[in-house]
């Protein structure tokens, strides 16, 4: 079960958003539980018993105000997600520094709010997927979300993760592809497959992977391409 808090002072525009996320819980089948607070002092002294998973949160509450809220989150919770919502865009823009995962302007639309909380479920659970790999004289067990891309390297496979890599003696790149492909991963060319999660864009026939450039061959231009905007309109990174 996935916990939603909506942290809101306007009557009107907590009913509303509340009407989205019951319209969302029924359309997509999700298992959540909705909860609200109409002041940041109530949410932060529920929120020391149990955090929850997602808090969408005023910028422009009474009293302290969205951002106070967001600094004394952090404080003491760095995996929450907080989503603001504000009348004003760039009111949610210094929301960033407290690693906010992203915001939307009131009114809030629900086609755009079904894509962006489907591509949140869909990272949440590829953060629980593991890929275990056979390593030395025992194994790694490797969740996907941590897995930027895949190198191959003559009789060696290179794994590029956020925090490091490793290497594995295995040749064998179509088996990685064959598992990773319905995952969110892809094969750019003869010798990498990308994790999407982590792609930040394709430029002059290279596609940004966390901070590096991957060429993509060219008889893998078109599918990859067409992947990975798929991978994007279905995990709402498409306006």
Do not use: W
Not at 69 to 78: L, S
Not at 139 to 168: C, Q, W
Not at 184 to 199: D, E, L, P, T
Not at 215 to 225: D, G, H, L, N, W
Request: overall charge neutral.
């Amino acid at each position: 079960m996935i916990q939603i808090t909506i942290v809101e002072d306007s009557p009107e525009d907590l009913f509303a958003l509340t009407s989205l996320l019951e319209r969302y819980r029924k359309e997509s089948h999700s298992d959540i539980e909705l909860q609200s607070f109409s002041s940041g002092e109530a949410f932060l002294e529920a929120f020391h018993r149990k955090p929850g998973d997602i808090v969408f949160l005023d910028v422009q509450l009474k009293g302290m105000d969205g951002m106070q809220v967001a600094k004394r989150i952090r404080e003491d919770n760095k995996e929450i997600v907080i989503i603001f919502t504000t009348q004003l865009a760039a009111l949610a823009v210094e929301g960033y520094k407290y690693s906010a995962s992203d915001y939307f302007v009131k009114p809030v639309v629900y086609d755009d709010l079904s894509n962006r909380l489907n591509s949140l479920f869909q990272a949440a659970k590829l953060k629980e997927e593991k890929i275990v790999i056979p390593y030395k004289r025992g194994v790694k067990i490797i969740p996907l979300s941590d897995l930027v891309y895949i190198e191959s390297f003559g009789h060696d496979m290179v794994y590029h993760l956020v925090d490091g890599e490793f290497t594995v003696r295995d040749k064998n790149i179509k088996r990685l592809e064959g598992i990773l492909s319905k995952k969110g991963f892809a094969r750019c060319n003869i010798s990498y497959i990308v994790n999407f999660h982590h792609c930040r864009g394709i430029v002059d026939g290279e596609v940004l992977v966390g901070d590096t450039k991957i060429p993509i061959s060219r008889s893998r231009t078109k599918s990859f391409t067409t992947s990975l905007l798929d991978f994007l309109s279905t995990n709402g990174g498409l306006l």
